[in-house]
């Protein structure tokens, strides 16, 4: 697999508007996007610290990934993305060694790239992801 650096760090949140005062305000970044992921059932918004993405979300559904992970554990650090070149063939490659996936096959994420999840249970807790120009 060709990873080239952490594309962002994604932080579940009850509330993008409280908590994006935080990051302007505290720790004087910019937002620079907002973005809702139908799909996803997601509202994102996107901060930069150098070349990394912090990525906030905010579920439109209580039933969704992100509603269910705040019910179960609270605000809080959701996963890791890593920027990987040829997704799919990192996917069939990690699958191949063992790897479980959530996606077996890229699907549309935020910001135009192509994201799939790699399953905690295989990567020691973390929730991963990888993501694709």
Request: hydrophobic fraction near 35%; charged fraction near 30%; aromatic fraction near 6%.
């Amino acid at each position: 697999m060709d990873i080239s650096h952490i594309e962002h760090i994604g932080i579940a949140v009850k509330s993008i508007e409280e908590s994006r005062k935080y990051y302007e305000d505290v720790l004087g970044l910019k937002c620079y996007a907002i973005e809702e992921v139908e799909d996803q059932k997601v509202k994102t918004a996107f901060f930069m610290v150098g070349q990394t993405k912090i990525e906030l979300l905010e579920s439109t559904d209580p039933e969704g990934p992100i509603g269910q992970f705040i019910e179960k554990r609270g605000e809080g650090i959701h996963h890791i993305a890593y920027a990987a070149n040829d997704l799919q063939k990192s996917l069939n490659d990690l699958k191949e060694s063992g790897i479980r996936l959530i996606d077996e096959n890229p699907r549309a994420g935020a910001e135009g790239l192509n994201i799939a999840f790699l399953h905690p249970k295989s990567t020691y807790g973390v929730l991963t992801e990888l993501c694709e120009k």
